[in-house]
């Protein structure tokens, strides 16, 4: 279901977003809100030519009938989800908010980068033909 930093799908563009977030963690460093460093990201995207959309509203669906939608923090390139957190730890409701998310859409890779003390990154897959 989910691997770690090491599969192969859309390793490069995850290696980009990666790239990305060890700049902005190493110039903002910790203890701003989440904002900013999604706004951070979205900047240092933009920039390397990347396309990106934050806030990306993602219906959600049970039984072919709408429950409503969340707003992916970053879209990136329409191939992986990233959620942006500013906590001291990451915690395993985290890794299960970006899957659930990964579950909802055709989306199969998602990253979880935290700007916290220490910075954090997971990588999560979720394979289409699971879902």
Do not use: C, W
């Amino acid at each position: 279901m989910n691997t770690d930093l090491n599969d192969s799908k859309h390793k490069g563009l995850t290696e980009k977003i990666i790239k990305s977030f060890y700049k902005v963690y190493n110039q903002l460093g910790y203890g701003f809100l989440e904002k900013i460093y999604e706004n951070a990201m979205v900047f240092e995207l933009n920039k390397s030519s990347i396309p990106v959309i934050p806030q990306s509203p993602i219906q959600v669906f049970y039984e072919r009938e709408l429950m409503g939608q969340y707003f992916a923090d970053l879209f990136v390139a329409n191939k992986v989800i990233v959620e942006i957190k500013a906590t001291k730890n990451l915690v395993p409701e985290h890794e299960a908010q970006l899957l659930n998310y990964l579950k909802a859409t055709d989306i199969e890779v998602g990253l979880l980068l935290n700007f916290g003390p220490k910075p954090q990154i997971k990588r999560k897959i979720f394979d289409n033909y699971r879902k």
